[in-house]
């Protein structure tokens, strides 16, 4: 009988090595020491099989590489999101045998990830980032690879996980409603995220179920630098609001730090929320309510989604979890 074709998979169980080790020795790509390199050569040899043949098949086949692409804008890693998704998705790759690789772009700068795919690192590539009209999209359609979005998009041919931000955000409003409170003002970033735009529409259900119109006045939106943010927060202060919603964790404590050197009391004063929650929201004083998301099973479960479109099986991108209101002292 004809002998069975020598695999990744064999020659790294031979060796007491990962399968990206063995990958890595054999196509020359990434980072392995000569000393395993040759070793790695050395095993398909005694086994009859070409180290170039072996090689061809894997440049077929897999590279254990994913990139994991994070907007320049969030490149600091301070928001707990983009930890939280990093970590939860380093953690997964390592149970299936995958190396991440961590690419930052942003804006209509594609070069990061366009130089991973044209020397063929990556197997999939999942994006932290909802943009409609992404150049990154784009780019990844053109070239046929695997990809999966943290968040939503019109397109629902594109891979796709996000938690029911419209939902969670409607709900976190409609509290502060049913409190007492109808002049809410609406402090958050560009529209362009798609995040942005559905706890925007979360904002408006919540007004419109209940037959409210609200206030545009009171809806400051677009504000990506420190100089927007506080010059938003002094305009809608001007309309009188009895609460202020942030559509994120950060741009809540900036306010919460505003309004207390402005003499202002939480929530005697006036009231604060925010439509992401983090430690800093629960750690802070007065604690401040907000929406809870779990940033780390969103991304274990786009890192699954990748891996079953890798692998060829049967997909179900969508929502993936669901969240938790968690009133505190800011809106009691």
Known sequence: MAQQPLTISDVAEA????????????????????????????????????PNAMARGLAQSRTYNIALVVSRQFSNFDLPFVRKSLTAVCEAAAQSDYEIILTIAGGNNTLPLRHLLDKGKVDGVILTSAIEHNPLVELLQERG????????????????????????????????????????????????????????????????????????????????????????????????????????????????????????????????????????????????????????????RAYQVLLDAINGLPLNSGLAGGYQLALRQSTL
């Open 145 to 300: 690879i695997p990809f999966v979005v943290l968040g939503t998009l019109d397109d629902k041919s594109i891979l796709q996980v996000d938690n029911d931000q419209v939902a969670g955000c409607r709900d976190l409003t409609a509290a502060m409603l049913e409190k007492g409170m109808q002049r809410i003002a609406l402090l958050g970033g560009s529209q362009r995220y798609t995040v942005n735009s559905s706890r925007l529409e979360g904002y408006l259900q919540a007004h419109r179920q209940r037959g409210i119109e609200p206030d545009p006045a009171l809806r400051m939106l677009e504000l990506e630098s420190l100089q927007s943010r506080l010059a938003g927060l002094e305009q809608v202060l001007r309309q009188s609001p009895d609460c202020i919603l942030c559509m994120d964790d950060e741009l809540a404590l900036i306010v919460l730090r505003q309004l207390k050197a402005k003499g202002l009391r939480v929530p005697q004063d006036i009231r604060l929320a925010a439509m992401y929650d983090s430690e800093d929201l629960e750690k802070c004083e007065p604690s401040i309510t907000a929406v809870r998301f779990d940033a780390e099973q969103l991304a274990h």
């Open 15 to 50: 060796l007491g090595m990962s399968k990206t080790t063995v990958s890595r020795a054999i196509s020359g790509k990434g980072r392995v020491s000569e000393q395993t390199r040759t070793r790695v050569q050395a095993y398909i040899r005694e086994h009859n099989y070409s």
